[in-house]
Nanobody, 121 residues
Framework: QVQLVESGGGLVQPGGSLRLSCAASGSIFSINTMRWYRQAPGKERELVAAITTGGSGNYADSVAGRFIISRDDAKNTVYLQMNGLKPEDTAVYYC???????????????WGKGTLVTVSS
């Protein structure tokens, strides 16, 4: 069984920084693209950032230049460094990854349960 567990959320003032982590555990043969999504109250879930196995990151326009996604494949972990936080960044942040549990299967999409980020003075 594969699990994704996020950590690092919390309350931060506008302009501040937070670093989110998401660790994958369980039966893992390989991990492809890893992503961060977020869902604000009353809004749909949106893609924030994604990183490929080669380390290439892509970002939503709303966070480009402020957020940095990275990964440590030795630890099966993806990070999201969030700088210059704004009140509109307030949301539950979810980790998502394409994981192959063993050599005989396809990649499946797995989700974490989310971590709350609140940006407020």
């Amino acid at each position: 069984q594969v699990q994704l567990v996020e950590s690092g959320g919390g309350l931060v003032q506008p302009g501040g920084s937070l670093r989110l982590s998401c660790a994958a555990s369980g039966s893992i043969f390989s991990i492809n693209t890893m992503r961060w999504y977020r869902q604000a109250p009353g809004k749909e879930r949106e893609l924030v950032a994604a990183i490929t196995t080669g380390g290439s990151g892509n970002y939503a326009d709303s966070v480009a230049g402020r957020f940095i996604i990275s990964r440590d494949d030795a630890k099966n972990t993806v990070y999201l460094q969030m700088n210059g936080l704004k009140p509109e960044d307030t949301a539950v942040y979810y980790c998502n990854a394409d994981i192959k549990p063993n050599s005989r299967t396809w990649y499946y999409a797995y989700w974490g349960k989310g971590t709350l980020v609140t940006v407020s003075s």
